[in-house]
């Protein structure tokens, strides 16, 4: 089997997006665009991976450190010149050399390699990954001959009014004889309308030395999209959704309203979830099965197992056991570990705490740097004094501990088992196993005290 090279064009300005940040690092659904494409090349085994680079070049050695072999184009002088600085890797080597724009972010595994498989299958010289578009508009056009064969490639910019209306479109992702390649790119001039070195020119030259082209038609369109500008960023991000969001449906995820709902391509989420509206699940996210996420829950980097509830929840960093349940609001920032059972919200903010089975903290709280133990109630408006103005301290509650209303816990303190803390505390000290703590003014009531008060404004009046 002939070895694949995989050569993939970032050297250009990408001077549509109006970006200082290289396009090719612009995200859809949370990954760079790049990372999409060398995810799916992962998938096809080449021997090399060359990336050609020259703006902003730094920034996509520092991304991508050893996954691709650099190349430098210090001028851009078009996507021929640009596969050309590969030659001193690449030159006399047997085998399919696969070119791909870096700016197309949805091609599949799948398709490049059934690109590969038409091309070895065909022996054809170079084989041209082609779509058909509704608007073909920007993209260089395929002219073909009266019998089918591919003749050329025409960019729009030097397309006549006929040619123009031609709506198969040259995706920039092409399988070429490795040496046929590099002995017909020197023979490629630029005497077009941009005044550069075409890749796309290869192609004729080829086939009038008499070698045979092929073409692939891709089956769904919307994969062949490039991205030039932010409205064509944001276009191909919802296709990318849509597919994302097709998988999980398929691995018996409920999603009740595709249109809103956002997660990114390193979620997994188990069978008999239910995502409503307004979720995004970001990051490396792990939904277990059976739970039930949203309406508007935005969570990144948390782990959540099977049959949890959340809603109205913003939570970072986290991780939640099963059968608790999160909001309505919730507020839960990196190192919250909520335990099997547990219940939190509403109005709840919380920030590396640990919370054991069955413990609640339910209404109107701030926990922060907390260890709370199984079985705790943790009653409304109960705040842990965790900052000193200097250091963060920790506060401890142990198991069945009974923590009233309004509390303030001043860190670092620790309630031992069983105990409970009266509501309107503020507790400076640690509170022994078993023992109620008040920390608090005595009640008094003066009798009659309202009505003479009353009597004696009203005089004054
Ligand atoms: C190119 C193709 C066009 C195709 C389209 C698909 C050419 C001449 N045209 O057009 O037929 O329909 O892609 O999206 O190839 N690049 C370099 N060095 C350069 C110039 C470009 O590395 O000197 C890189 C760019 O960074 C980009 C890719 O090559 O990743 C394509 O360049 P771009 O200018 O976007 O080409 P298009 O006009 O989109
Ligand atoms: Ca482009």
Known sequence: MQHIYAVILAAGKGTRMKSKKHKVLHSICGKPMIDHILAELSQLDAKKTIMVVGHLKESLEAHLGEQVQFVEQKEQLGTAHAVMQTESLLKGKEGITLVLNGDHPLFTAKTLSQLIETHRASGAAASILTAKLDDPTGYGRIVRREDGQVDRIVEHKDATEEERLINEINTGTYCFDNQQLFSTLSLVNNNNAQGEYYLPDVISILREQGHTIGAQVIGDADEAMGVNDRIQLAQAAKFMQARILREHMKNGVTIIDPDNTYIESDVVIGADTVIEPGTFLRGRTVIGEGCHIGPNADLTDVIVEDGVRIRYTVMDASHVAGEATVGPY????????????????????????????????????????????????????????????????????EDGAFIGCNVNLVAPVRVEKGAYVAAGSTITQDVPEEALAIARERQTNKENYATRLKNKLSKNE
């Open 330 to 397: 919730v507020y839960a920032r990196p190192g919250t570990e909520l335990g099997e059972q547990t219940k939190v919200g509403c109005f709840v903010d919380l920030k590396k705490v640990k919370l054991g089975r069955g413990s609640k903290v339910s209404h109107l709280a701030y926990v922060g740097d907390a260890e709370v133990g199984e079985g705790v109630n943790v009653g409304c408006g109960v705040v842990t004094v965790n900052y000193d103005g200097v250091r963060k301290h920790k506060t401890v509650i």
